[in-house]
């Protein structure tokens, strides 16, 4: 276990006009009365100065640079996403749904290379489709293959 060592620190001196009887009051060049402080060692001496660090403090500078930082990192994100979409849209082709036609047969004949039950899930995602049923006269988006 490690042993403690004790520090001497000074008291503030008074002023030369303050009385002697008051506590703390001593007359100038007098040394003060010493303070004993504790000072860890050993192991623990790391995890006492560990918990005495302060928490990270920002000036008002530094939030504003942060916030600034934030907000172009969102900004850019929110351009990407949409040029993202605006192109994914753009590189389909759209189709009208047939009276009695159904989304196998649409994926079959719209995307040949593929098999159909990957066309289906890849119609099924590029209208938002959460079923394969489709009705006569809808719009449907065909994804480039």
């Known amino acids: 276990m490690g042993a403690t060592v004790l520090t001497f620190t000074d008291a503030a001196v008074m002023t030369p006009g303050a009385p002697l009887g008051t506590p703390g009051a ?15 060692t ?3 001496a790391a995890e006492a100065a560990r918990a005495e660090r302060p928490s990270l403090r920002l000036t008002r500078f530094g939030r504003l640079t942060v916030t600034v930082a934030t907000l172009a990192v969102v900004i850019a994100l929110g351009i990407g996403l949409t040029s993202q979409l605006a192109s ?11 009276s ?23 119609l099924q995602l590029a209208n938002g489709l959460s079923t394969d049923q ?12």
């Open 100 to 122: 009695g036609q159904t989304l196998s047969q649409i994926a079959a004949r719209e995307l040949p290379d593929v098999p159909v039950r990957e066309g289906v899930a890849s």
């Open 42 to 44: 050993g192991r623990h």
């Open 26 to 40: 001593r007359p100038l060049g007098q040394p003060a009365r010493p303070r004993l402080s504790l000072v860890p």
């Open 88 to 98: 994914a849209a753009a590189e389909g082709r759209p189709v009208t749904v047939e």
């Open 134 to 145: 489709v009705h006569a006269g809808q719009q449907l988006l065909v994804p480039a293959p």
